[in-house]
Each structure stands twice: as structure tokens, then as C-alpha cells.
């Protein structure tokens, strides 16, 4: 098993930046990805970004392309995603979470860090 804890969250402004942090512990020799969803309320959950833990291969969803940027740090076993020109419409709950395989889909993912809260205002 692997324990995730989120952190960085809180109350942005639009156009404004945000950095979140998950630092991993346990088993982490079987992560192969680690990655980063987002629930709003009432809606699902839906893929953010991932990066591989052995090559640093990036892939993200389309609505935060060219935004956020997910990067690793493998001495601390920790991923971060840095947000920038945040909107709205990116207010959600986000969860940092590890899976054995490369996968935009939240089953594939084996464990789950609680989250961390992002509020973006108009």
C-alpha cells in the first residue's frame, strides 16, 4: 500500500497560480505513474495529469494543456502540479493518486491521497 498527502490548496483568484504538492510513502517501488484528478461537486472525478515515475513521461487532459505542468521529484517520492492561469471552472477537490500502469482512468489507480481543496474566484 501507498500513503498520499496532498498539499497547497486554497483560495485563488482567476488568472492567478497555484502550486500542489503529494508526497508518496510505503510501497512506492510499485508505482509506476503517478497521477492527479479533480472532483467538483456533483460531478465526477476526472483526470488531471500524469507522469511516469522511471522516464518522466508527462500526459494531460485538454481543458489544462498548456496551463498546468506536472513534474516529479524522485528523492522525495513526491509529484507536484504546478496550475497556472487558473479559471473558475478548475474549483474542485484535488487528489493525488499511484497506479501499477500509464492510465487516464481513475480504476486503474490503486491508491488515493484525501485531497486538497482548490477555489477559484471570478
Known amino acids: 500500500q501507498v500513503q498520499l498527502v496532498e498539499s497547497g490548496g486554497g483560495l485563488v483568484q482567476a488568472g492567478d497560480s497555484r502550486r500542489l504538492s503529494c508526497e508518496a510513502a510505503g510501497r512506492t517501488f510499485s508505482v509506476e505513474t503517478m497521477g492527479w484528478f479533480r472532483q467538483a461537486p456533483g460531478k465526477e472525478r476526472e483526470f488531471v495529469a500524469g507522469?511516469?515515475?522511471?522516464?518522466?513521461?508527462?500526459f494531460y487532459a485538454d481543458s489544462v494543456k498548456g496551463r498546468f505542468n506536472i513534474s516529479r521529484d524522485n528523492a522525495k517520492t513526491a509529484v507536484y502540479l504546478q496550475m497556472n492561469s487558473l479559471k473558475p471552472e478548475d474549483t474542485a477537490v484535488y487528489l493525488c493518486a499511484v497506479g501499477p500502469t500509464v492510465s487516464r482512468y481513475a480504476r486503474t489507480y490503486t491508491s488515493w491521497g484525501q485531497g486538497t481543496q482548490v477555489t477559484v474566484s471570478s
Open positions: 507522469i511516469t515515475w522511471s522516464g518522466g513521461y508527462t
